[in-house]
């Protein structure tokens, strides 16, 4: 699973250079070429970051960023700005709206990548690198190895697979509808059962010698990480 980038910029090449970019660098992305249709990509799904153009028709970047800010359900999304403006008053005034970042154009697209991962790292700690970690455990997706308290826990592919889910969004819950998309694909006919013997597996390889399962059953919806468990092991 990979971060989800929302692109809102009105230059068509350049809105095709960052697509082409950040998808190669195995980013998740949507573009959008107004505020308008940002805003409607909004209330859809929210993307882990958002790389927004200040000078945009219809509605502008600083514009689309304060109702960002102001929705509850976007108001963490952290936000990169795109402005042609040099003027360190908009600058201010961008970082004050609530932009996280603050690119000038023409930019090279190795300094926007390296920008997007350090504001993802600071806001989505999961998804911005080959390690995740929760609590005491710790995923490799470079190794594909896991530790829990240094202690090297041995997962199949699947297990692997199912964890990194989990471990992106701890405390979300996922259907097992959802943990089947993502972890098996959309194309692969499995049954929903099937996810309850693989989250079996896991819980059994992640939890011998340990008294507490950081993975939550959450009954008639599906299983998420136990955020407590992460405020616990962590001290
Ligand atoms: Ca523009």
Not at 87 to 114: C, H, N, Q, V, W
Request: aromatic share 6%; with cysteine.
């Amino acid at each position: 699973m990979s971060a989800r980038i929302l692109i809102v910029e009105d230059e068509e090449a350049l809105c095709a250079l960052l697509e082409y970019n950040l998808k190669e660098q195995g980013f998740d992305v949507r573009l959008c070429t107004n505020g308008e249709d940002a805003m409607n990509a909004l209330k859809d799904e929210q993307p882990d970051l958002i790389i927004l153009d200040w000078m945009l028709p219809h509605v502008s970047g600083i514009e689309i960023c304060r109702q960002v800010r102001a929705r509850p359900e976007s108001r963490d999304v952290p936000i990169i700005m795109l402005t042609a403006r040099g003027d360190e008053d908009d600058r201010i005034r961008g970082l004050d709206t609530g932009a996280d970042d603050y690119m000038l154009k023409p930019f090279s697209m190795t300094e926007l990548i390296a920008r997007v991962r350090a504001v993802l790292r600071r806001a989505r700690p999961t998804l911005a690198g080959d390690i995740a970690t929760f609590g005491d455990i710790i995923l490799d997706r470079e190794t594909r190895r896991v530790r829990r308290a240094d202690k090297e826990i041995h997962v199949g592919p699947t297990e692997f697979r199912l964890l990194d889910c989990l471990m992106q969004r701890p405390g979300r819950v996922y259907s097992r509808e959802q943990l089947l998309d993502l972890v098996w694909g959309r194309d692969v006919y499995v049954e929903a059962r099937t996810v309850d013997v693989h989250v079996g597996r896991l819980r059994k390889a992640l939890n011998e010698g340990f008294d507490k399962d950081p993975i939550r059953t959450v009954r008639a919806a599906g299983y998420s990480l136990d955020e407590t468990y992460a405020n616990v092991s962590a001290g």
